[in-house]
């Protein structure tokens, strides 16, 4: 474990998981998942993703950016709900809200690939995760490419809080385990990221 790494198994219970994949589903509706791809080779990703908040997180032939309206809408994100909002004051241990909440949906071998989260101005403010659904392989590194490194099975309603040191380590998904979670109808995972992008 990395310094500032948090892990908080089964945080979320079954009811709040349950409402929070229902909230998703209203806002997937208003801001459709879509495939981000590679800046360079214009690679597509092999998860499919959306964004909540003020802010959304995108990856196009342009660039990485946060962007405060949907690429193919055009229509800003929907709000991040109030679940989310008492999860990050309660755990995150920093005074300002997020400004953006990754959606990230894995199925069909979805995977993610190591990278840090370094497109943020306020590296002071953790990384906030909520896994949804099937179990994933987490992996960690360190601040450098290449290294040591370890994992971490994440399940349905875990909470993991990169903070500190381990803000800025390299960090992805090796595989998912299809069929561990009964939450989500279709199976797969979900894995929402909470992130506050500029200074106060």
């Not at 080779?41 to 908040?53: I, S």
């Not at 995108?58 to 055009?74: C, E, I, K, L, N």
């Not at 370890?150 to 803000?167: F, N, P, Q, Y």
């Not at 299809?178 to 979900?190: A, C, H, N, W, Y």
Request: charged share 20%; aromatic share 8%.
């Amino acid at each position: 474990m990395q310094p500032g790494l948090r892990y908080l198994p089964g945080h979320l219970g079954p009811e709040d998981q349950r409402q929070l994949v229902e909230n998703l589903r209203a806002a997937v509706a208003e801001a459709p998942l879509f495939t981000p791809v590679m800046p360079r080779t214009g690679r597509p990703f092999t998860v499919r993703m959306t964004n909540l908040g003020p802010l959304g997180w995108v990856s196009d032939r342009a660039g990485y950016r946060y962007q405060p309206t949907h690429p193919g809408t055009g229509r800003p994100w929907p709000p991040i709900p109030g679940t989310l909002l008492e999860l990050w004051r309660e755990v995150s241990g920093y005074p300002h809200d997020p400004e953006a909440c990754l959606v990230n949906f894995y199925n069909g071998g979805a995977k993610m690939g190591l990278h840090r989260d370094e497109d943020e101005e306020d590296f002071a403010a953790p990384v906030l995760s909520v896994s949804l659904g099937d179990t994933a392989v987490f992996r960690i590194g360190g601040p450098e490419r290449g290294g040591k490194t370890g994992t971490l099975k994440l399940s349905s309603g875990d909470v993991l809080v990169m903070g500190g040191a381990s803000r800025l380590c390299y960090h992805g998904i090796d595989r998912v385990f299809s069929g561990t979670s009964s939450l989500l109808k279709d199976g797969g995972r979900i894995n929402l990221t909470l992130r506050r992008v500029r200074r106060p």
